[in-house]
């Protein structure tokens, strides 16, 4: 009965196919033609993509970095604001609120209006609200503008994520959006970079030099939008930038595994088949335990730096390292978990390093700065390399068009916003001096969930998959993906 549960419409809501009975298995030796189709398709898609999000997440998390500014001469947004901690702990909460709130609308609307277009809307919206927040006054001022970057911002991650199942394969996503993810630890490091050359900026023009860091931030988003409008490829059905014969093997290489861009919108029935797959909320709770130590980074790393005995702009440039070696570890880790179809493993192991990391800084003495430093380097490699494995898993082992859409969304919506919320609550203003021990313990405990709820899915995977070898007769199958 459990099985059943797993139905999915696959061609909008005219063919039904169980995920008991699995569709077929295109594993195998690629082409040339293929190769070359592939490598054409990453060096117009994936670049672009990687690009907008780190935008986006410069633009998210440049207020982690505002707080801090210029601290010591009250030309910082706290001061001028005349905000409490907890008045900003509120203003970072109502940004994820909204995120939460408007991810799966977002992603109908992109099916609906098509990707270039949407995208490019949302960007040149949270680019204008962005630059916006330069000219704040109030605590009321910053928590309703963090709530509209909120709602726009919503749809892009997982917008991106969709957006790749319309262009690759199963095997072939995990590797692209950790590129994807990866930019956002590129503009974690880019950002501290750029917030201490920015910091010199202090009263120029009259401004507070976080006033600049905003405006400035946010003029590209609002300017690359117009290019994404253009550049942008929604389908390949129709995209002329591939002669026929690439169209045409686009099309027939993701006719069993990918969502197609020409099917219809989102019917009841797809929706109530994804809702009520309990796997997949088996991967929404993995979500959430990997969600916290994630915004907690991205919003708090110059606070934390700031804890381990930097000030000011020299906290800002000391939040590049970690950055910079989790790009790399991110990108290797998801090649392999794609490679060797063990994503589950993969993300295991590094939720559980990234554990590790945050356990022995929560340890530590607090004036064992130098050790913590390191630590922090390796909890951030950890929680964020686990991430597009996980993504990758879960939209490779749903089987339509419109379900992988909701399901994404879901996952990021439901399990990623609450979590994200979890984040911004754990690194108390009042425990700097002792370490911030609340937010390290509460990561360490979350990552070895999720290690133990990857296993736990990768294990319920393996029995699906010999349930369907035991029932299947002669002819080929697709099996779920580990």
Known sequence: MADRN????????????????????????ITEAEKALRWKQD??????????????????????????MNSTTGDDLMSQTGMTNYQYTIALMIFLVAYGLFEVPSNILLKKLRPSRWIAFLMFSWGALTMGLGGVHSYASVTVVRFLLGVFEAGLFPGLVYYLTFWYKTEERSIRVA????????AGAFGGAIAYGIGHMNQAGG?????????????PSCLSSFLVWFL?????????WLTTQERDLAIQRLHVEGSKGHHGAMSWVDARATLVDWRLWGHYVVYFGISTPFSSLSL????????LGYHDLQAQLMTVPPYAVAYVVSILTSWSADHFNARGLHSAALATVGAIGFLASAVLPADAYASRYGCLIVAASGAFACIPPLLGWLSSNIFSTASVGLAIALNIGLGGAPGQIVGVWIYKANEAKSGYPTGHWTNAALLFMVAIG?????????????????????????LFKY
């Open 6 to 29: 797993s139905v999915l419409d696959v061609e909008s809501g005219k063919e039904e196919l169980s995920a008991n009975v699995a569709h077929y298995e295109t594993s195998g030796p």
């Open 232 to 240: 942008l490829p929604d389908y390949p059905e129709d995209a002329k």
């Open 454 to 478: 990857c296993g736990m899915l990768r294990v319920y995977y393996a029995r699906r998959n010999r349930k369907i070898l035991n029932a299947s007769d002669e002819g080929e199958i697709r």
């Open 207 to 219: 401004l507070s030099a976080w006033r600049w860091l905003f405006i400035i931030e946010g003029i």
């Open 179 to 186: 590129f994807i993810l990866a930019s956002a630890t590129l």
């Open 300 to 307: 708090f790393t110059p606070s934390i730096t700031a804890g």
């Open 43 to 68: 060096k117009r898609i994936v670049p672009l993509s990687a690009g907008i999000y780190f935008l986006c997440y410069l633009d998210r998390s440049n207020i982690g970095n505002a707080k801090i």
